[in-house]
């Protein structure tokens, strides 16, 4: 199976608009981060996105992506749902509902923001889902095991994923120590981490994560949801500690 890093980037992503910092005018492509989505590609060759946010459009004409069998979403923000119209397209050429994977909670918010996707009489020109709840709990699809993992993002719950000794969580702030369990004798653990400093009430912070680097012992361990105040790139990837990496768009990770 691969992992693509379709974005690395926060809600604002990077270059952030009006900003002049060394990350925002950096002329190098990694410190170009698009908002939060990977791309999962199975044995069978399936696809299986996991969120679907405002970038969604530019990351599959960008990475030469055709298709998405099924999405994951681990929560309702818009930089991981809002993009979900710009499927149409896929939609149109297989004349197939796209498959979503969330809770209850997720589904609800999806329904309110895309309600002509649901609509008894659709406009011809509307895209079609079919809805899947999820609990917390392994579930199979696309020959696929995948198993959800609840952490906290500030007062909300939402899901990472774990596939084979590979795990995604974006948009932490807390784990919980049963859920904690999922996460060991990982070949990879991805964890976002928007900042070096400074404590965020919805997500996590360099210190976070290397303390559950430490607790959990991933063989490696890479960073998502960066925002510009982490640092360039280059300079910040060399201070980490081993087995630590910042992730950035275009990576490809097999597993």
Do not use: W
């Amino acid at each position: 199976m691969k992992l693509k890093f379709l974005g690395t980037g926060t809600s604002q992503g990077v270059p952030v608009i009006g900003c002049t910092c060394e990350v925002c005018t950096s002329d190098n492509p990694k410190d170009n981060r698009l908002r939060s989505s990977v791309m999962i590609t199975t044995e069978e060759n399936k696809k299986i996105l996991i969120d679907c946010g405002p970038d969604f459009r530019q990351q599959m004409l960008v990475n030469h992506e055709n298709t998405v069998d099924i999405a994951l979403i681990t929560h309702e923000h818009n930089d991981h749902i809002i993009g979900l119209d710009d499927m149409r397209p896929l939609i149109f050429k297989t004349g197939k509902n796209v498959p979503l994977y969330s809770n209850q909670r997720v589904g609800n918010e999806i329904k309110k923001r895309f309600p002509y996707a649901f609509a008894n009489v659709r406009y011809p020109g509307a895209p079609a889902f079919d809805l899947h709840e999820i609990e917390n709990v392994p579930f199979h699809v696309l020959d696929t095991e995948i198993t959800p993992i609840e952490v906290m993002h500030h007062q909300i719950m939402i899901f990472g994923y774990k596939f084979k000794k590979l795990a995604y969580i974006t948009d932490a702030s807390f784990i919980p120590e049963k859920e904690k369990e999922k996460l060991k004798d990982l070949d990879v653990l991805i964890l976002n981490a928007i900042r070096k400093f400074d404590p965020h009430p919805a997500h996590f912070i360099l210190p976070d994560v290397i303390k559950l680097q430490e607790e959990l012992k991933p063989k490696q361990l890479f960073l998502t949801h960066i925002s510009h105040h982490f640092g360039l790139h280059d300079v910040e990837d060399k201070l980490l500690p081993p087995g630590m990496h910042l992730a950035y768009d275009g990576l490809e990770i097999n597993f």
